[in-house]
């Protein structure tokens, strides 16, 4: 059974920072991509950030454009984890952050590209 657990979410003021991430376990996911997404009230979800697990694009990252130079994602082979540490926070990135994993290692930017998904972990980002 894949299981994937976010972690690190909380409320915070506006130029802080905070550091989610993402546990996997159930497979080996030398061959996924991992995308970190987010869901704001109202609005569709979308990609925050990916990053390749694979041999072949191993380390490749991914940013959306409102979050590059802000965001860093990161992983941990070790403890098998994905890390988005998120700095300069703006109001706007208040959302509920989920990670996800898609097999395959080349990094995908749908979400319906994506096989396995955790609960979420919510960002509140006041002014």
């Known amino acids: 059974q894949v299981q994937l657990v976010e972690s690190g979410g909380g409320l915070v003021q506006a130029g802080d920072s905070l550091r989610l991430s993402c546990a996997a376990s159930?497979?080996?996911?030398?061959?996924?991509?991992i995308g970190w997404f987010r869901q704001a009230p109202g609005k569709e979800r979308e990609i925050v950030a990916g990053?390749?697990?694979?041999?072949?694009?191993?380390?490749?990252?991914y940013y959306t454009d409102s979050v590059k130079g802000r965001f860093t994602i990161s992983k941990d082979n070790d403890k098998g984890t994905v890390a988005l540490q998120m700095n300069s926070l703006k109001p706007e990135d208040t959302a509920v952050y989920y990670c996800a994993a898609a097999q395959g290692s080349f990094i995908r930017i749908r979400d319906y590209e994506y096989n396995y998904w955790g609960q979420g972990t919510q960002v509140t980002v006041s002014s």
């Open positions: 159930g497979r080996t996911f030398s061959d996924y991509a």
């Open positions: 990053i390749s697990l694979g041999t072949w694009f191993g380390g490749s990252t």
